[in-house]
């Protein structure tokens, strides 16, 4: 069902680098294609997300990250980059292997790859490489106390090269929310996804906090793009019921705030009772999500393929 494609990396300062291509087609051929983007302490495991695609005709790909998931080698330091520039090469050769069979691609992005998403969007504009963004509770600014906040942007000086982990502490509560085992419905590796997270370190914060001062500066993304986000953040160290339906991880007044930086042409949606991962959410949250989403692609990627297709066919 699925087909996994190793792509080597060059070398990065920790050593030998790659990435991990996951493909699984839908049953007739197709020219469409999405390739979904994870976020921090993740990796493609949500199996319906992939079906609602090929159940639509649209071939899905997702890619685990650098030091991620199926990517993560022996001698890497979890999730660790220097810059989220870091990805794009790899992103850019799964583009390329996508585009050799598909002439509609639309990048699906969550969280931290909903940040990296919009960044290489606007690098490769004017190119026609992708024809839209779904981003879902993309990492658009800190959920943090205005002090924590000072603290992270003092990382412009030398302690951001340094590959130090942060004393931030973790929290397994949104892990709790999740996992089948605790309070949740899903399955998935808590090896690759543990419970409490992966640590912060220096170097990578300081590398996420450029890149969303990158964004808020305004970026020209050239294509449509969806944003999707709770109604609800909520901030907790301990379980607490209404967990399991708000986004306790990122504030989604800052998401909302900060969509309109990506470009001219931003559709952002909230919804009631999402969790961060919105397609983990609770049923009736995530048949919302996939309705908004089916609405949007039908409306902004599909409607303008079949635009440009009677346009040729009308051309003298």
């Known amino acids: 069902m699925y087909e996994i494609t190793v792509l080597p990396m060059p070398d990065d300062f920790e050593g030998e680098v790659v990435a991990t291509l996951v493909s699984r087609r839908a049953e007739t051929p197709s020219r469409r294609a999405v390739l979904y983007l994870h976020g921090f302490t993740d990796y493609f495991f949500q199996d319906h997300l992939a079906e609602h695609y090929v159940q639509r005709g649209i071939d899905f790909y997702a890619l685990d990250l650098r030091k991620y998931g199926r990517s993560l080698l022996p001698h890497q330091t979890r ?9 794009f090469p790899e992103i850019d050769e799964a583009v390329r ?3 050799r069979d598909h002439d509609e691609l639309t990048v699906n992005a ?3 790859g909903g940040l990296i998403a919009p960044l290489w969007a606007d690098r490769v504009r004017g190119r026609g490489l ?8 993309p990492f658009f600014d800190l959920n943090v106390s205005t002090p924590l906040r000072l603290a992270a942007d003092l990382l412009r000086t030398p302690l951001s090269y340094t590959r130090r982990a942060l004393p931030l502490g973790s929290s397994t509560v949104y892990g709790r929310t ?3 085992s605790e309070q949740g419905e899903w399955d998935y590796d808590l090896e690759l996804k543990p419970l409490g997270g992966f640590s912060v370190h220096a170097m990578w914060l300081a590398a996420i906090r450029r890149a969303q ?21 909520l901030r907790v160290r301990d379980f607490v019921p209404e967990a ?8 989604p007044r800052h998401i909302a705030r900060w969509s309109t930086a990506i470009g001219p042409h931003v559709t952002c949606v909230r ?12 049923e009736p949250a995530r048949k919302q999500v996939f309705s908004e989403l089916d609405r949007w692609m039908n409306t902004y990627i599909h409607q303008s393929e079949v635009r440009a297709h009677h346009g040729k066919e009308n051309s003298p």
């Not at 999730?79 to 990805?87: A, F, Q």
């Not at 992708?130 to 509770?137: A, C, I, M």
């Not at 001062?213 to 953040?233: C, E, I, K, M």
């Open 130 to 137: 992708v024809q839209g963004l779904v981003l879902n509770s």
């Open 213 to 233: 001062r990158r964004l808020h500066a305004g970026l020209s993304v050239d294509v449509p793009v969806l944003v999707l986000a709770s109604t609800t953040g």
């Open 97 to 99: 292997v996508i585009r």
């Open 110 to 112: 969550h969280s931290t």
């Open 271 to 282: 919804i009631p009772d999402g969790v961060h991962d919105l397609v983990l959410s609770a």
């Open 178 to 180: 999740l996992h089948r």
């Open 79 to 87: 999730g660790l980059v220097r810059s989220i520039t870091e990805y």
């Open 244 to 251: 399991r339906s708000a986004d306790i991880v990122l504030d």
